[in-house]
């Protein structure tokens, strides 16, 4: 029986994400979180901006109408819907990557250390400003501790031979 975040784990990072090499036994071990909850999205659909898609300079992207006669701020019948705290998801599931973790942000070793207690709740992302000889260190050390890195493949080269 899979469950739904371990079908989205497999068909958005492919069949090798998250597999760590056991030290005991040579089978390939894959990480999961010690719980499962099934992530429900209130509305999935994006909340748009008021007449964008009449002019072209306006972007679809979300602006709270502030004009006093606006049909949408007043909220009539058939218009576009405006965001608010009802359609924010469950706190339980809030955060959670489809594969089940909570995601924690990563510059330096020090930091990967404190997810090693916490490693089948949390996973680490590598920050952006991290380079690529730091990122080699973190994503070893996270192999050993299997602490799941959810961007391991960032920002590393392969090396050509000639």
Same mark, same amino acid.
């Given at each position: 029986?899979?469950?739904? %975040?371990? #079908?989205?784990?497999?068909?958005?990072?492919?069949s090798s994400y998250g597999t760590i090499q056991s030290k005991r036994n040579s !089978?390939?071990?894959? #990480?999961?979180?010690?719980? &499962?909850?099934?992530?429900?999205?209130?509305?999935?659909?994006?909340?748009?901006?008021? *007449?964008?898609?009449?002019?072209?300079?306006? &972007? &679809?992207? %979300?602006?709270?109408?502030?004009?006093?006669?606006?049909?949408?701020?007043?909220?009539?019948?058939? *218009?576009?819907?405006?965001?608010?705290?009802?359609?924010? &998801?469950?706190?339980?599931?809030?955060?959670?990557?489809?594969?089940?973790?909570?995601?924690?942000?990563?510059?330096?070793?020090?930091? #990967?250390?404190? #997810?090693?207690?916490?490693? !089948?709740?949390?996973?680490?992302?590598?920050?952006?400003?991290?380079?690529? !000889?730091?990122?080699?260190?973190?994503?070893?050390?996270?192999? *050993?501790?299997?602490?799941?890195?959810?961007?391991?493949?960032?920002?590393?080269? *392969?090396e050509e031979n000639e």
């Amino acid at each position: 029986m899979a469950t739904s %975040w371990l #079908l989205n784990e497999a068909v958005l990072m492919g069949s090798s994400y998250g597999t760590i090499q056991s030290k005991r036994n040579s !089978k390939m071990t894959k #990480l999961r979180p010690a719980t &499962s909850h099934k992530i429900v999205k209130k509305r999935t659909k994006r909340f748009i901006r008021h *007449q964008s898609d009449r002019c072209g300079r306006l &972007s &679809s992207k %979300w602006r709270k109408p502030k004009g006093i006669d606006n049909r949408v701020r007043r909220r009539f019948k058939g *218009q576009y819907l405006m965001p608010n705290c009802g359609y924010g &998801s469950n706190k339980k599931t809030r955060h959670i990557l489809p594969n089940g973790f909570r995601r924690v942000t990563i510059t330096n070793l020090k930091e #990967l250390e404190m #997810l090693m207690m916490t490693n !089948k709740r949390y996973c680490a992302e590598i920050a952006h400003k991290v380079c690529a !000889k730091k990122r080699k260190e973190i994503v070893e050390r996270a192999r *050993q501790l299997s602490i799941l890195v959810t961007n391991r493949h960032a920002k590393l080269r *392969q090396e050509e031979n000639e």
